[in-house]
């Protein structure tokens, strides 16, 4: 069943202290359980002050298995790499062993051909006989963009509507710079067994105070049908973010 909760803090600060906490308790839950923490990572503003967080704290990080949600199709040195980020602020500086690590990109393939290898890792790393999508990974980070966007499935793009696939290649959507994506697509995000939201600002009220008020209507934002098969679901906004609510 799915399970919905939200939760505001005073500042993005405190939000991505919170977050890092919960990330900590997911990965000893996870590794007491099944013996590793798979979690996919996300883009965005707020996660890089939860890895500020994270980079100080305990964990078995060698029992970590770690994707991002979504990619820009871009080397990792390139500035605007989600898991470049994350390798500079994070994953770079704990114990993570490099094969434990997924990296999207591949020079030698383009974004359709490196969507279906990535699905490969994540149904080799993640896979659960028990899912409806033959995987599920203990926690995935999202964020929100103003369009509604998550990950990189964005309002009127194909990928919003795959049924099947785990992750798919994404045209580029309003965001600069216009690059190919991959991204997780909703049959992966649902199988989780935990999904955090993370959303700051004022610009995000709107459209986080409408996903939580509405249901699946024909106005929809694409954020709206992260909705856990059997999981928890957590919205972890600032005040800003949570103010029309």
Same mark, same amino acid.
């Given at each position: 069943?799915?399970?919905?909760?939200?939760?505001?803090?005073?500042?993005?600060?405190?939000?991505?202290?919170?977050?890092?906490?919960?990330?900590?308790?997911?990965?000893?839950?996870?590794?007491?359980?099944?013996?590793?923490?798979?979690?996919?990572?996300?883009?965005?503003?707020?996660?890089?002050?939860?890895?500020?967080?994270?980079?100080?704290?305990?964990?078995?990080?060698?029992?970590?298995?770690?994707?991002?949600?979504?990619?820009?199709?871009?080397?990792?040195?390139?500035?605007?790499?989600?898991?470049?980020?994350?390798?500079?602020?994070?994953?770079?500086?704990?114990?993570?062993?490099?094969?434990?690590?997924? &990296?999207? =990109?591949?020079?030698?393939?383009?974004?359709?051909?490196?969507? $279906?290898?990535?699905? !490969? @890792?994540?149904?080799?790393? #993640?896979?659960?006989?028990?899912?409806?999508?033959?995987?599920?990974?203990?926690?995935?980070?999202?964020?929100?963009?103003?369009?509604?966007?998550?990950?990189?499935?964005?309002?009127?793009?194909?990928?919003?509507?795959?049924?099947?696939?785990?992750?798919?290649?994404?045209?580029?959507?309003?965001?600069?710079?216009?690059?190919?994506?991959?991204?997780?697509?909703?049959?992966?995000?649902?199988?989780?067994?935990?999904?955090?939201?993370?959303?700051?600002?004022?610009?995000?009220?709107?459209?986080?105070?409408?996903?939580?008020?509405?249901?699946?209507?024909? &106005?929809? =934002?694409?954020?709206?049908?992260?909705?856990?098969?059997?999981? $928890?679901?957590?919205? !972890? @906004?600032?005040?800003?973010? #949570?103010?029309?609510?």
């Amino acid at each position: 069943m799915n399970k919905n909760t939200v939760k505001v803090y005073e500042s993005a600060k405190a939000l991505a202290q919170a977050a890092a906490v919960a990330v900590i308790d997911a990965a000893e839950q996870a590794i007491a359980h099944r013996g590793k923490f798979t979690i996919a990572l996300s883009g965005g503003s707020t996660p890089p002050l939860m890895y500020k967080q994270l980079v100080n704290m305990q964990s078995d990080w060698s029992k970590w298995v770690v994707f991002v949600s979504d990619e820009r199709w871009v080397p990792e040195d390139d500035a605007i790499s989600n898991l470049g980020v994350a390798m500079r602020e994070l994953l770079g500086r704990v114990a993570i062993p490099s094969g434990n690590i997924m &990296h999207p =990109y591949s020079h030698d393939l383009d974004a359709v051909n490196g969507a $279906e290898r990535y699905e !490969m @890792l994540l149904r080799q790393h #993640a896979s659960d006989a028990a899912s409806p999508s033959g995987i599920r990974l203990d926690l995935v980070l999202l964020g929100v963009g103003d369009d509604g966007h998550t990950a990189s499935l964005f309002p009127g793009k194909p990928a919003i509507e795959e049924q099947i696939r785990l992750v798919t290649a994404s045209p580029h959507g309003v965001l600069p710079p216009p690059v190919e994506r991959i991204t997780f697509t909703f049959p992966a995000i649902n199988s989780a067994r935990q999904c955090f939201i993370l959303a700051v600002g004022d610009k995000k009220s709107d459209v986080v105070a409408w996903s939580l008020k509405n249901t699946l209507t024909d &106005h929809t =934002y694409p954020v709206q049908r992260v909705r856990l098969t059997n999981g $928890e679901l957590t919205w !972890m @906004l600032d005040k800003d973010a #949570a103010s029309k609510l």
